[in-house]
């Protein structure tokens, strides 16, 4: 992959849906987007234990469970009236505004 970014109408702390993978059909919020890797790190789902070292006197070390990123082209936003659906733009006076593609309403 190259060093491009990658273009997205998600932003962080969205609420999405899961389309595809092990995760199918769980939502969460978005905590952060990599856009040179294509992915997104969602609050409590795609969850992977990881071993970590004690790094000072304070830090517990041992197996810990994180959330691992999943793929922008595998989750969906959701609509607080339709569900999953798309993002589509709607411009109002110079403000461009994201709207859900089924219903219109603002997102």
């Known amino acids: 992959m190259t060093d491009t970014n990658v273009k997205t109408k998600l932003k962080k702390e969205d609420l999405v849906q899961v389309i595809s993978g092990r995760e199918k ?5 978005i905590v952060r987007i990599d856009r ?9 789902l795609n969850m992977v ?6 790094k000072n006197q ?13 793929r922008l082209c595998n989750m969906m936003i959701v609509c ?6 798309r993002v589509g733009y709607k411009i109002e006076g ?3 505004k994201r ?7 603002a997102l």
């Open 80 to 85: 607080k009236k339709c569900g999953p659906t």
């Open 49 to 54: 234990k990881k071993a970590m070292r004690k």
């Open 36 to 44: 040179v890797k294509g992915r997104a790190i969602i609050q409590g």
């Open 94 to 96: 110079d403000a461009k």
């Open 58 to 70: 304070n830090d517990k070390g041992g197996i810990i469970e994180i959330e691992a990123p999943i």
């Open 99 to 105: 709207v859900c593609r089924k219903c219109g309403e």
């Open 25 to 29: 059909g769980k939502q969460g919020k």
